[in-house]
């Protein structure tokens, strides 16, 4: 479960995170939402760890991520938007490392590896350097060191960013498979079909600040609107740019 509270950020004179709270339970999928500039990647940056932020609380299955972020990150997966492979590695040499930065090894860390590589169709390319690997090998790759720890909170950065329709639909698959698992998804994405199919709950951020908290069913409700992308064009303040 994540649980995230009062949540601030500021870069100089620009507060690009204001009083954020939010909570993805276990066995859900969550979607964080919005413009570009609301303050969705910094979140995400304080939640895993990567940023400290000014001031609120961010706990991960009980671990208080601010305090101790390398501990909260023992309680997550997170594949980033900038996936960061090491070229010269395969795919088991990238899935071993990570896992023995968890503190993983041995016959577990071998049993481990090979799931992994075959729940995520990497058994062709398994013992190749990712250098030109496709997108959605490299996406692969990440995911699976992500999980080699068998994290029950995880979160993916644009999951489905320059995938192919195969290796979407893939994506998609898996995040259900983690959902039937009972473990926390939450996920940021542009695409209002994956989300609207994919998503229990939507949070939407705009200018720093948390506008929406509810189901697609509810977002829909509140805004009067047919569409989900709709109801979060209105929700996220994109409506009256585009008025104007």
Do not use: W
């Not at 500039?37 to 208080?64: H, W």
Request: net charge neutral; charged share 25%; glycine share 10%.
């Amino acid at each position: 479960m994540i649980e995230i509270r009062g949540l601030r950020k500021k870069f100089g004179a620009v507060e690009a995170v204001r009083d954020v709270s939010f909570s993805a339970a276990d066995g859900t999928v969550v979607g964080l939402l919005g413009p570009n500039g609301a303050g969705k990647t910094t979140t995400l940056r304080m939640l895993s760890g990567l940023m400290r932020p000014d001031a609120g609380t961010i706990r991960v299955d009980n671990a208080d991520v601010v305090a101790d972020p390398i501990g909260g990150q023992t309680h997550m997966g997170l594949l980033p938007d900038s996936r960061g492979l090491y070229p010269r590695l395969t795919p088991v040499e990238h899935i071993e490392y990570f896992g023995r930065l968890h503190g993983i090894d041995g016959p577990a860390l071998t049993a481990r590896t090979k799931a992994l590589v075959t729940r995520l169709d990497l058994t062709e390319v398994a013992d190749r350097r990712v250098s030109g690997f496709s997108q959605g090998e490299r996406t692969k790759v990440a995911l699976a060191r992500a999980l080699v720890h068998q994290p029950r909170n995880v979160i993916l950065d644009e999951p489905t960013n320059g995938l192919d329709v195969m290796s979407t639909r893939a994506m998609r698959a898996l995040i259900r498979e983690l959902r039937r698992e009972g473990c926390c998804v939450l996920f940021s994405s542009h695409i209002m079909q994956e989300v609207s199919a994919l998503c229990d709950r939507i949070v939407v951020i705009a200018q720093g600040r948390v506008t929406a908290d509810g189901t697609p069913d509810e977002l829909r409700k509140i805004t009067g609107r047919d569409s989900l992308e709709d109801a979060f064009v209105s929700l996220s303040g994109l409506e009256a740019e585009e008025n104007s």
